[in-house]
């Protein structure tokens, strides 16, 4: 297993201001999976997110990345964020290197580490350029290219193309696809949008609090949104979130 996530349960706050955020949440993640996380707006999926990168270790229960308890932040798991958060002073190469910053590596093979990710993800020419030059797809590359450059196993995703436009996101959608085939990845993907999820996905999770629904994408890639087994499915899923929308007697 590469993820593990063992009865967790995460509280914001104190006293009067307790909430509870996620509830009892159990969820195995296997060695290369592709996971997607889905549900209504403030249900906790970046929360989860946030704890599987070891950004927050505020929880209960138990959290495991290959065996080993999540304390914090690790190379072994890549994060994408939906906004890219480069920093602008640094260019695009700057910006990728800086996860290797404290490796002990000679500094020609960080370089042609950071070389060799940027070529993958298309971003070959504008190795010099700085992000404010950049387009907000290119932006997203570059960010997908840092969180890689280290070659984790692990890649954490929070709504990566949300704020891309329809074409940008789905050269994305594929090359995110490319990337997970060709490397092995275990991916988790944070989405509002389940038509991605089940574009992506081996498993599509529905959360609410606690784990709703688990559903499997057995579809082969590529997926088509006209198929009627990929609207079934939408479907399906979309149904889960109408239920919230239903009147209570
Ligand atoms: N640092 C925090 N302190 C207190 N409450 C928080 C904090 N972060 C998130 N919350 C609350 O926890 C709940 C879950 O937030 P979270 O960001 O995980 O939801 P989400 O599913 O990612 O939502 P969205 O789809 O809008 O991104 C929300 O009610 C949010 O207001
Ligand atoms: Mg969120």
């Known amino acids: 297993m590469s993820l593990s996530i063992q009865h967790l349960n995460k509280t914001y706050g104190s006293g009067a201001q307790r909430r509870q955020v996620l509830k009892d949440i159990d969820l195995e993640i296997g060695d290369g999976e592709f996971v997607a996380i889905v549900g209504r707006s403030g249900c906790g999926k970046s929360t989860l997110l946030r704890l599987l990168a070891g950004l927050d270790r505020e929880h209960e229960g138990r959290l495991l990345h290959d065996g080993v308890p999540i304390t914090g932040t690790d190379l072994r798991r890549g994060v994408v964020f939906q906004d890219h958060r ?119 999770v529905v959360l609410d609090r606690s784990v709703r629904r688990i559903q499997s994408v057995d579809l082969a890639h590529p997926r088509r949104r006209g198929d009627p087994a990929f609207g079934a499915l939408h479907d399906r899923l979309l149904a889960e979130f109408h239920d919230d929308l239903a009147p209570t007697a």
Request: aromatic share 4%; glycine share 6%; charged share 20%.
């Open 86 to 204: 480069l920093f602008p002073w640094l260019t695009v190469a700057g910006n990728v290197m800086l996860p290797l910053a404290e490796l002990p590596l000679p500094a020609a093979e960080k370089h042609a580490r950071v070389l060799e990710r940027l070529a993958r993800l298309g971003l070959a020419d504008h190795v010099d350029a700085y992000p404010k030059a950049i387009s907000g797809g290119m932006a997203q590359r570059v960010a997908i290219a840092r969180a890689l450059v280290n070659r984790p196993p692990v890649l954490l995703l929070d709504e990566p193309f949300s704020a891309l436009d329809a074409i940008t996101r789905g050269r994305l959608q594929q090359e995110l696809l490319g990337l997970w085939r060709d490397e092995g990845l275990t991916v988790v993907i944070v989405t509002h949008d389940i038509e991605e999820a089940v574009l992506l996905a081996q498993r599509v």
